[in-house]
C-alpha cells in the first residue's frame, strides 16, 4: 500500500466482508461485523482502531493530514441517508435469499400456488367465500380505515367530475367558468378516496349478504398508503386478503379471539410446508437459516405483558427480543396506552377494532433476522367501544358519520376481522430479503441503489437505469 487513500481503500474491503482481519503485524485478530451501520454508532469503529492506527502509523511519513477519525470516516462511512443500513439483511444473509436459486419464472409461479394455497385453506378452516373488492369509497362516510388515524396516514385522494367531455376535448378549468356554470361542473362530482383496508366494508357486505354466524367473506385486495416510506418491509402497496366473520354477542371475548388466531396460524404453518416441498431451493442448504422453520403452535401475550417482560426496551426492540425467544407471537390488546402510561403497542384507528380484543401476528424473519408482522386482527367494536374509543382520540365530532351510527345504532352484525398481508407472508415463506422481490412496488432510485449490493431484484414498475447516477447499471436494478 503506498498511500493513506489506497490504505482506505483497502480498509473498505474489509469492512464489507466477513471476515477475520488477523495478516498485519503487531495486530490482533479482529472480527468485522457483517451488518453495515453507520460508524459513529457501530462496533466497527472500535474493533478496527488498532488495525487504522497501524497502517496511520506506516504511512506517518507520506501524509500526516489526515487524522484516524477522518480515515476511518472515509473508509467506512454511511454513503445514504434514505433508510438505515440495518434494516437491511445482514451480509452473511444475503447469499440465503431464495431469489439467488429461484429464476424469475419459478418464483412467480411459488407467488401464485402460495395464493392458491392459502386461499383454499381460508375458505376451508374458516368457512369463507371470496368477495369482489372496492379499491376506492366516497369520502365522509367513514367507511375507509384510517390507519393510525394521523393526517400522515391519510388515504389518497380525488374526485370523480361526472361529466361528459367529448373524446380528445379538454374541459376548461373551473376558474375559467362562470359561476353558474361552475355550479353545473361540480353537481354530480363525488369526492373520493382510495381505498386503505377493507375492516369496515366488510362487516357492511355481511349485513348486505345475510351470512349465518360463523359464515363470512374474504376479499384479494391493493390499496395505496401514501404514508408510508418503503424499505425492507414497508411498501405503499399494500395487498392483503382482507376477512370478515360474522360472530354473536356473547363471542364478542379472548377466547374467540384466540381460537380464530389459532386457525390462522395453522394455514400459515401448513403453507409454509406445502411450498418448501413444492420449491426445496428456496432452502440454501448448509446456510445457518436452513433450519429456520415456523413454531407449531403461535404463542399470546398482551401489550402489558410483554412491556413487564422487556421495561427497558422500546415497542420494536422488545418485539424483537419476544420473537427472537417464541418464534411467532400474538400480541393481544393493540390502541390503549399501557397502565404506566407508556403508549400503546400500536396506535389504532378508533372505529374498526375493540382495542381490548385485538392484535397482531408477528414472526421473526430468517433473512432480516428482526420482527415481521404478517397480520392485524381482532374482534369489531360495539356501540360502547367505539364511543370510547373515539373519545379517547379525541375524534368524538365522527360519532355521526354513517358508519360510526351504524354501529352505535347496533346495525351492524357484530363481526371478527382483519387482514393477512399477501407480500408479507410471500416474503417469510418464500424467504425473499425485500418485500419488492415479491410485489411491484414504487420505490426511489436511491433504493435501487441501497438494496442492489445485496443481490436484491426489485420487481420494477419503470425501465430502471441508474448508470448515470454510478452506483448502479440498468442491469443490476433491472433485468430486461
Not at 377466547?255 to 440454501?284: F, G, M, Q, R
Amino acid at each position: 500500500i503506498s498511500t493513506m487513500k489506497h490504505s482506505a481503500t483497502h480498509l473498505l474491503l474489509f469492512a464489507c466482508a466477513p471476515c477475520v482481519v488477523s495478516s498485519f503485524t503487531n495486530t490482533q485478530p479482529i472480527h468485522v461485523s457483517t451488518r453495515r451501520q453507520p460508524l459513529s454508532t457501530s462496533p466497527l469503529k472500535d474493533s478496527l482502531a488498532p488495525l487504522l492506527l497501524h497502517l496511520q502509523q506506516m504511512h506517518d511519513h507520506q501524509d500526516t493530514s489526515m487524522k484516524l477519525d477522518d480515515l476511518m470516516t472515509s473508509a467506512i462511512e454511511e454513503p445514504s441517508s434514505y433508510m438505515p443500513y440495518d434494516l437491511l439483511p445482514p451480509s452473511d444473509n444475503w447469499v440465503a435469499n431464495s431469489t439467488r436459486r429461484l429464476s424469475r419464472i419459478d418464483l412467480q409461479k411459488a407467488i401464485t400456488k402460495v395464493k392458491r394455497f392459502v386461499e383454499s385453506r381460508l375458505e376451508a378452516d374458516l368457512n369463507l367465500f371470496e368477495h369482489t373488492s372496492p379499491i376506492a369509497f366516497q369520502s365522509g362516510t367513514g367507511v375507509n380505515d384510517e390507519l393510525d388515524g394521523s393526517d400522515s396516514k391519510s388515504p389518497v385522494k380525488f374526485t370523480v367530475q361526472n361529466q361528459f367531455v367529448p373524446r380528445g376535448i379538454t374541459p376548461k378549468p373551473l376558474s375559467e367558468l362562470t359561476p353558474e356554470e361552475q355550479e353545473e361542473a361540480k353537481r354530480y362530482a363525488i369526492d373520493c378516496e382510495v381505498m386503505q383496508s377493507l375492516a369496515k366494508w366488510k362487516r357492511i357486505m355481511l349485513d348486505r349478504l345475510k351470512v349465518d354466524v360463523g359464515e363470512g367473506i374474504y376479499c384479494s385486495s391493493t390499496s395505496i398508503r401514501k404514508g408510508y416510506k418503503g424499505d425492507v418491509t414497508h411498501s405503499v402497496i399494500a395487498d392483503q386478503w382482507d376477512y370478515e366473520i360474522r360472530i354473536n354477542k356473547k363471542d364478542r371475548n379472548v377466547e374467540t379471539l384466540k381460537s380464530y388466531v389459532n386457525k390462522i396460524w395453522k394455514i400459515i404453518k401448513d403453507a409454509e410446508d406445502y411450498i418448501l416441498k413444492e420449491y426445496p431451493s428456496i432452502i440454501l442448504e448448509g446456510h445457518p437459516t436452513a433450519a429456520y422453520r415456523l413454531p407449531k403452535d403461535i404463542t399470546f401475550i398482551t401489550s402489558e405483558e410483554l412491556h413487564a417482560k422487556y421495561p427497558d426496551l422500546d415497542v420494536h426492540g422488545r418485539e424483537d427480543a419476544a420473537v427472537r425467544e417464541y418464534g411467532a407471537l400474538f400480541i393481544i390488546g393493540m390502541g390503549w396506552p399501557l397502565k404506566d402510561g407508556s403508549d400503546p403497542e400500536e396506535v389504532r384507528a378508533p372505529a374498526y377494532d375493540d382495542w381490548n380484543l385485538n392484535g397482531d401476528i408477528i414472526v421473526m424473519h430468517p433473512l432480516t433476522g428482526y420482527r415481521h408482522e404478517l397480520s392485524s386482527m381482532g374482534i369489531r367494536v360495539d356501540s360502547e367501544s367505539i364511543v370510547a374509543q373515539l373519545k379517547h382520540r379525541g375524534m368524538d365530532d365522527q360519532v355521526d358519520l354513517p358508519y360510526n351510527r351504524a354501529v352505535i345504532n347496533n346495525s351492524l352484525p357484530f363481526s371478527y376481522g382483519g387482514g393477512i398481508g399477501i407480500s408479507r407472508l410471500l416474503m417469510l415463506l418464500l424467504r425473499t430479503a425485500h418485500i419488492g422481490e415479491v410485489q411491484c412496488g414504487v420505490w426511489h432510485d436511491e433504493h435501487y441503489r441501497m438494496v442492489s449490493d445485496c443481490g436484491i431484484d426489485l420487481i420494477p414498475d419503470r425501465i430502471v437505469d441508474l448508470k448515470s447516477k454510478g452506483d448502479v447499471t440498468a442491469d443490476t436494478a433491472m433485468h430486461p
